[in-house]
């Protein structure tokens, strides 16, 4: 670990002290859960996928796919090396790499874990999605290792404020010195999720309600709510935005992978600076609300009315 990357550690463990830190190299796996309705909220993070999320249930339902490194509820950058950016080339990802595929073990690293009941705090290392060598469509890796020196922080809390159903999740992505990056897209958090999640609809914060949205792909600025027909069970994500110098977002995708039985939602934010990114830490917030599609829709009324309102 470069000494940038043990000064980070330390300040992050001085700023959020949920507990003591283990003697041991952490191995990832907690469970946090809170009542939320009829119901609670189980989320549970695993050394399989370097301390990522990789399930969340509610009311007897599974949100998270889970099915390799990438379907996981984590959050992944890429950046352009000082070319031309292209996707996945040099691509740091919470959970793991492409090549860790099914397998029990992620390319990546936990360096730290702590939680409570409802909460959950980790520090990872990310791998590169792609291994030197591999290519993203006819683009070529433009990482040199399968271990970045990128450093990711999470704090995932259930219940916000009165809100049982709604997640606060807040992440740092920690960009070492040494590289040079004109521009970087921060996906600073992605839903993998079961393909009976089928319906997308997106939140109007000028009516309060929640509108059709076409499979896509596609990005745009409201946020998105995936469900399954019926709205027993729904997820949706916000983001109260703000975001600083020479980025622009929350940008929010949707994407449906009829061949692969899943589909996906994130929230983006993108950097852009031609004299050059500053290597440092670059932190979003987030809440990802779970429950029925009236609970998720009333929570996302009240999230837009405390944080200002929104896109129309």
Known sequence: ?????HTRLAQLLMLFPLAALSAQTPDGNTTIRAVAGPSEIVISTSSRFAGAIHSLTWNGREFIDSFDHGRELQSA????????ITGETFNPTEGGSRRDFKG???SGRVLFVSTRSNALQTVSQMAFWLAPGEKSGPNLAKNTTILSDHLLTKRVQIGWKNLPHVISYDVTFSVPIGERHTHAVFEALTGYMPP????????NSNTGELE???DGPGEGPRPVVFTVPGG??????YSPGRPGA???GPGYGRFRFRSEKVVKWNCVFRVT???GIAPGEYSYRMFVIVGDLNTVRDSLRTLSTLNGGGPR
Request: no cysteine.
């Open 1 to 5: 670990m470069t000494s940038l990357m």
């Open 77 to 84: 950058s890429n950046l352009d090396l000082g070319t031309r």
């Open 104 to 106: 029990n073990k992620s």
């Open 196 to 203: 009976a999640f089928s319906e997308f609809l997106q939140f």
């Open 212 to 214: 059709p949205l076409s």
């Open 232 to 237: 027993t069970h729904a997820m949706g994500i």
């Open 246 to 248: 020479r980025t622009t």
């Open 273 to 275: 600076d031609a004299n």
